[in-house]
């Protein structure tokens, strides 16, 4: 079954660093999205992706914060100047055309900002 | 501001028990997903509901959507060791673009 992949599994970084985080999105999908996941806390959206745009961001998601799709298969979330409250799991998600499709998340990529 | 609550957010139960996972949203949505997560795991989604009165089921899982009384169940029929993870439900903003997720109920199912 066709699954998202997000590398690298676990980031460590100094605050004030910038980092990348990367995932592929099932092949045939249209819709990108990104959330994270602070240690035992909900699942909290951060922005969707759609047509080489952004369709809707969260507050979380401030100027700090920037996705892009580079080339035909990759979706990143970059984040500036990282702060030591960035720390969480980061979730990426796809999902595909069509009315009310699920959306399917990679496996995450753990930040953690010393 | 959509805000989806979930209760309880702990539950503990014994194999082959019954019991239900309530999730309440506040705003207007036909749209509801409840996923799995194992801990350290990613989101598995478990049902997709998207009118009143949708009922699906898989094995010993049951969820249900009330549009109107803005209310969706998971219910757990005998349960298993094997369903203890947590789950969460989660709204759609009718437009697709994202997902608010209840807080997670917890579930430890003890043999």
């Known amino acids: ?114 | 501001e959509l805000k989806v609550e979930q209760n309880p957010l702990f539950l503990s139960m014994q194999e082959g028990k019954n019991y239900t996972i309530y999730c309440n949203y506040s705003t207007t949505s036909d749209r509801l997903y409840w996923y799995r997560q194992d801990p350290g795991k990613s989101l598995e989604s478990l049902f997709v509901l998207l009118s009143n009165g949708a009922v699906k089921q898989e094995g010993r899982l049951m969820a249900s959507l009330d549009t109107k009384a803005r209310l969706s169940t998971l219910h757990i029929t005998a349960a298993v060791h094997d369903l203890s993870a947590t789950y969460f439900c989660a709204v759609d903003d009718n437009a697709g673009n994202m997902l608010t997720f209840g807080g997670g109920t917890r579930l430890m199912v003890k043999p």
């Not at chain 1, 952004?54 to 700090?64: H, L, P, W």
């Not at chain 1, 409250?85 to 900002?113: K, N, V």
Request: glycine share 6%; hydrophobic share 30%; proline share 4%.
């Open chain 1, 1 to 114: 079954e066709p699954e998202v992949t997000q590398t690298p599994s676990h980031q460590v970084t100094q605050m004030g660093q910038e980092v990348i985080l990367r995932c592929v999105p099932i092949s045939n999908h249209l819709y990108f999205y990104w959330y994270r996941q602070i240690l035992g806390q909900k699942v909290e959206f951060l922005v969707s992706f759609y047509n080489n745009e952004i369709s809707e961001k969260s507050e979380i998601f401030d100027d700090q914060f920037s996705v892009e799709r580079p080339d035909g298969s990759n979706f990143t979330l970059k984040i500036r100047s990282t702060k030591l409250e960035d720390s969480a799991m980061y979730f990426c998600a796809s999902s595909g055309q069509g009315a009310y499709q699920p959306q399917h998340f990679g496996d995450g990529t753990r930040l953690s900002i010393l």
